[in-house]
């Protein structure tokens, strides 16, 4: 099975092992693959820094759950 979203580059690092886990986690409750949780989150920081990237084609972030209501 090939991927449609061509990736031209890998990018390795070690991080500690309770962030891995969270990362994990957090892109198991997305519904993402924790690839494209941290492509996603890398690119977002990038931009709130002000670089400028190429348009993002990937695959989009599953809606949000709607917001729980606070018993008034």
Avoid: I, W
């Amino acid at each position: 099975m090939t991927n449609p979203l061509r990736r031209d580059a890998l990018l390795r690092f070690k991080v500690e092992t309770d962030l891995a886990r969270a990362v994990e986690t957090t892109a198991r409750h997305r519904g993402q693959t924790m690839s494209e949780f941290v492509r996603q989150s890398v690119r977002a920081h990038l931009a709130r820094h002000g670089v400028r990237l190429s348009p993002d084609d990937g695959p989009r972030t599953p809606p949000a759950a709607p917001a729980l209501r606070q018993a008034a």
